[in-house]
């Protein structure tokens, strides 16, 4: 089976842009998670989706949001960029989402703001 | 809310000799699972160990095992016969069974392996 898969693996946008960054599961996987990492606060949780719906939301603002298409190919917005939004942004999928079910990630896209 | 401590922020070992990367966490759920990835400088994340919370018996992966203290909120990992290609970021993680898809990372341990 293919992995999970992001694109672009790089961008450079200024603030105040907007950027859109696209996951695709691991076929027959229908939860996507996105989570942001940076060096000072780590690995964070932004959201999740399961079957179109945004099943759970981590602590950001609204600038962040996401959206799962039938397939279960994910999308993430950030609107307004800020400096402080530069970031490795990982998806990772899992079957149901559930602790249970091993969350495997895709290798990031790397947002540089400018 | 769960929380997850990785005490030891860089860590190196010789190639051939054992290592353990600590990780405390603190929850007052009783059904979770626990985690120990791996992040090899510019590559992407990799599983390498799981624990269910329910069982007693610590898992072990090849090379990777760990030693989970449910009592004492501990779960480390210990590499044996560390390779070259261990040298990477360690994360451990935790999922509540009532928290769908949200994992709780450490800030994570850098491992070098060196000859």
């Known amino acids: 089976k293919a992995g999970v898969t992001q694109t672009p693996r790089y961008l450079i946008k200024t603030r105040g842009q907007q950027v859109t960054l696209s996951c695709s599961p691991i076929?027959?996987?229908?939860?996507v998670s996105w989570y942001q990492q940076t060096p000072g606060q780590g690995l964070q949780f932004l959201f999740e989706?399961?079957?179109?719906?945004?099943?759970n939301k981590g602590n950001f603002p609204g600038r962040f949001s996401g959206r799962q298409f039938s397939n279960s190919r994910s999308e993430m917005n950030v609107s307004t960029l800020e400096l402080g939004d530069s970031a490795l942004y990982l998806c990772?999928?899992?079957?149901?989402?559930?602790?249970?079910?091993?969350?495997?990630f895709g290798p990031g896209t790397r947002l540089t703001v400018l | 809310a769960q929380t997850v401590t990785q005490s030891q922020p860089e860590m190196s070992v010789q190639e051939a000799e054992t290592v353990t990367l600590s990780c405390t966490y603190d929850?007052?759920?009783?059904?979770?699972?626990l985690f120990w990835y791996k992040q090899p400088p510019s590559r992407q994340m990799i599983l390498v160990i799981r624990?269910?919370?329910?069982?007693?018996q610590n898992a072990t992966e090849n090379r990777f095992s760990v030693n989970f203290q449910k009592a004492a909120k501990s779960f480390s990992l210990k590499i044996s016969d560390s390779q070259l290609g261990d040298t990477a970021m360690y994360f451990c993680?935790?999922?509540?069974?009532?928290?769908?898809?949200?994992?709780?990372f450490g800030t994570g341990t850098r491992l070098q392996v060196t000859l």
């Open positions: 990772a999928s899992s079957f149901s989402g559930r602790g249970a079910d091993t969350q495997y």
């Open positions: 076929s027959g996987h229908r939860s």
């Open positions: 989706y399961f079957s179109e719906t945004q099943r």
């Open positions: 929850t007052s759920e009783s059904n979770y699972y």
């Open positions: 624990q269910e919370a329910y069982k007693q």
């Open positions: 993680a935790f999922i509540s069974t009532g928290t769908a898809s949200k994992l709780t």
